[in-house]
T-cell receptor, first 116, second 117 residues
Framework: NAGVTQTPKFQVLKTGQSMTLQCAQD?????MYWYRQDPGMGLRLIYYSASEGTTDKGEVPNGYNVSRLNKREFSLRLESAAPSQTSVYFCASSQTSGDTLYNEQFFGPGTRLTVL | AQKVTQAQTEISVVEKEDVTLDCVYETRDTTYYLFWYKQPPSGELVFLIR??????QNEISGRYSWNFQKSTSSFNFTITASQVVDSAVYFCALSNDRGSTLGRLYFGRGTQLTVWP
């Protein structure tokens, strides 16, 4: 049981390049989330997905796209990276339907992204 | 609107001191959930506790205790007899009950706790 896994762990991009951050969970959770963490800002929600096939914008969605490929996987894509997207990205999952409501979110180890 | 405020940006204590981390929240919902997460220097986020809005009982887990007071919209976290391993950033978070944002967490900016030997 690996929990939430993210790849890659580190990435350096040049301005304008694109990349996809991968996230997978093996806990059969229905909801998945992408956050970014910047110094002194806490974690801010980029996008989330309450179920397979649905996605919604969070606080800071500009410059990002997401895909909920299936129940396990939720990817985050930067189409044209900018230095302002330099951050640590966390994926999380939780169970928000059924009998076990509002369980805590389980987080992946994070991806440290630098955009030059 | 949902908002979580952690007014203490950084706290330094010496080992064995007690320390309290403050968390104040804002929400218009009657049903909501409060969380504390720990982020050690290694970077991962570790869940510590969840409390729902209908349960104001304080909770103790070993050296950790939490004081939830709806009257002051606070959910404070106390570490008793702190240890160097408690050094981390601690985040308070709020989750509401609204359908469109069900389960979404609103984080405070975190408190960096440093425990010196």
């Amino acid at each position: 049981n690996a929990g939430v896994t993210q790849t890659p762990k580190f990435q350096v991009l040049k301005t304008g390049q694109s990349m996809t951050l991968q996230c997978a969970q093996d806990m059969n959770h229905n909801s998945m989330y992408w956050y970014r963490q910047d110094p002194g800002m806490g974690l801010r929600l980029i996008y989330y997905s309450a179920s397979e096939g649905t996605t919604d914008k969070g606080e800071v969605p500009n410059g990002y796209n997401v895909s909920r490929l299936n129940k396990r996987e939720f990817s985050l894509r930067l189409e044209s990276a900018a230095p302002s997207q330099t951050s640590v990205y966390f994926c999380a999952s939780s169970q928000t339907s059924g009998d076990t409501l509002y369980n805590e979110q389980f987080f992946g180890p994070g991806t440290r992204l630098t955009v030059l | 609107a949902q908002k979580v405020t952690q007014a203490q940006t950084e706290i330094s204590v010496v080992e064995k001191e007690d320390v309290t981390l403050d968390c104040v929240y804002e929400t218009r919902d009657t049903t909501y959930y409060l969380f504390w997460y720990k982020q050690p220097p290694s970077g991962e986020l570790v869940f510590l506790i969840r409390r729902n809005s209908f349960d104001e009982q304080n909770e103790i887990s070993g050296r950790y205790s939490w004081n939830f007071q709806k009257s002051t919209s606070s959910f404070n976290f106390t570490i008793t007899a702190s240890q160097v391993v408690d050094s981390a950033v601690y985040f308070c978070a709020l989750s509401n009950d609204r359908g469109s944002t069900l389960g979404r967490l609103y984080f405070g900016r975190g408190t960096q706790l440093t425990v010196w030997p």
